[in-house]
């Protein structure tokens, strides 16, 4: 396995990290190999592999993977796009699209697959035929993987949801869920409320060494012939046992089958030889404090929530005896974490109360437009074993990341990493026999380039790419939140040490300190940005320069062309100058502004202010921007062009995006307005630092090319971000570039912290 060279240990901060956020320190972890990892080795977007003449602006996603006995074909279902779709993981560094088929040929153009298995020589696909809510329909096809030809089809008699397959092939079994119509309102209760008939069961399906023609069904009702709750269910205390809604299975080697209930909170079991409920248990409630629950652009952990349901979506066997579940919640709960269960007394044998969030938080996932309603949303959990370690993969659907953790105890998980996705990571695949892990994530949406994709990740020796930068805690082990990182400046005095700064992805602006001698980074500090009257302050803060005289400079983006500014703060963070730009400028202004500031201080102790413009002025020449200089003693502007590059990428658009002095220099990024396999332009140039203020015609500054960055972006082998933003020189004479993940909104939401050699190196001196 080929690891990257742009980051190194993790262990420490990551040990740390997990400490800090209540998780069982990694030394807990008897059997765990401490120079093992899973690395992100590739991330294929699905809509490449679409039929041929098909627009690629399609939605096509990825949600529920299989994968082929033999490891090496990769199967995933696409509901959006009626079909199914192969991909050749033979080579997991570069796997290739190896077509579809279509379900909705085989039936009608509205079916849907929900879920897919592999036994044998055959794919099972579930899917979906509903034409209702209230007439639920689906059917089981059996696909033979070499010819991908039908050759059985089943009547499942109901809207299926998830399959699984016992260990020794002789059982799959379906959860029929029959789900809810969440715009109905049933007799006595509220819009989208339970019961609502027809009831879910689940279907078990005898394959016991046959022929698919020879395979056949057995329902196990989860209520009475008559619509009545069974007695087990009714005292198990589920929230409507009449209408039970079955949504994830999983098989344990004992041939015992678990059932969530995600709506009514509870796991029904089920012995598969016979078909016999052996035991029915109330998932329970979880009071969780600590975390964030106001979506109010401030990530704030001291909310709480109190006796809520957990309802659990996906389930996974430990062992014979203990359950992990992932409590998304759906309608009247979801406590932000995951949960093991003694299967034997359906008790809680394990919770992660607020540190599965706090990881979002840890590593710039959280998603505080979600933080009013479920949060991270763990969707999807997965058990497998390793190299004789057992691995729990715990995915969030709205932080976009995978959670791993090692259960030598179950009573005890112990963190290990955190994976990063591409957005709604649903189906979580371990795939032991070749060490690696498949996430297909669902999200897509070609309008803001948010892809669906398959992301692989590897178990090896090594440390892996991700994180590159991750928050401390202070006293009381609360992590710093933190995300939207569109910039970077050195602090003076200090040889390792950076500033960043948030920008309008969040309430309030703070000033993040980054210990970059640390690998990962580490955010050891914030300073909330206030205004003149001490209050605290939004700013759209695109550019931060700390002043060796003390305080910082802000380049503030507006929404029009006057609300961009130059503001000046103190140490303390408090706003003391504020300086438009000239009205000829700013009338000429989009919403692309101001992007970048830094500065310099001669000898006389005159202070010099650059900044950069993003786009052109609609006063100026296609394809020239502006670099700004202000002469803060004498409160006057002037003004240089910069020509940008192109991409023939049509709705692409060019800008800057930092500036930062280098020596006599100026060093800018350029980038274009795309991100993932269509990324093209991701690079910094120098240009000569002007002496003098500029008069008369707009002089545009020759340009030297210092480093394309790009393929420091690839080499994380993930979704190459867009926005690389951020950009200094620090005190190390090391050279720093960081994307702004845009607070995990249309973004993956993954930053990557840049080490790119020295200002000798990449800039040719000092």
Known sequence: MTLRRAFTALTAAGVAAASLTGATPASAGAHHHPSLAFDRVATYPVFQNRPAGEDPTTATVAEISAVSEDGRTLIHTDALARRIGFLDISRADRPRGLGTLSLAQLGNAEDEPTSVAVVGRYVLVVVNTSASYTAPSGRLDVIELASRKRVASFDLGGQPDSIAISTDKRYAAIAIENERDEEATPPGGEEGDLPQAPAGFVQIVDLAGKAPAGWRLRPVALTGADGSALPALAQAGLAAPTDPEPEYVSINSRNQLAVTLQENNGVVLIDLPTGRITKVFSAGTATISGIDTKKDGVIDLTGSITDVPREPDAVAWVDDSYLATANEGDWHGGTRGWSVFDSRSGRVAWDAGNTFERLAVTYGLHNEDRAAKKGTEPEGVAVAEYDGVRYAFVGSERSNFVAVYDLGDPTRPVFRQVLPTTNGPEGLLPIPSRGLLAVSSEEDDASVNVRASVSLFQLGKGTPAFPSIVSGTDRAGTPTGWGALGALSAVPGKRDQLYSVTDAAYGQTRILTVDAKRTPAVITGALPVRDAAGAPIGYDAEGIFARPQGGFWLAVEGAKGAENTLVRLDAAGVTRQTVALPAEVAAGLGKQGLEGVTATTDRQ?????????????????????????????????????????????????????????????????????????????????????PGAAATGPLTVLPKTLAVDVLPALRATNGWTQEKLEGLTVAGNGEVYAITDNDGVQDATGETVLLRLGSSRKVFGRR
Request: hydrophobic share 45%; net charge positive; glycine share 12%.
């Open 605 to 689: 102790g005159r202070e010099i202010v650059w900044v950069a413009v993003q786009r052109e002025l609609s006063t100026d020449p296609a394809g020239i921007v502006r670099l700004g200089r202000y002469d803060v003693a004498a409160g006057t502007w002037s003004w240089f062009g910069y020509r940008l590059g192109a991409t023939t990428v049509p709705g692409d658009w060019m800008g800057l995006s930092e500036i930062t002095v280098v020596g006599d220099r100026l060093a800018v990024i350029e980038r274009d307005k795309l991100n993932g396999p269509a990324a093209t332009v991701k690079r910094i140039y120098t240009v000569p630092l």
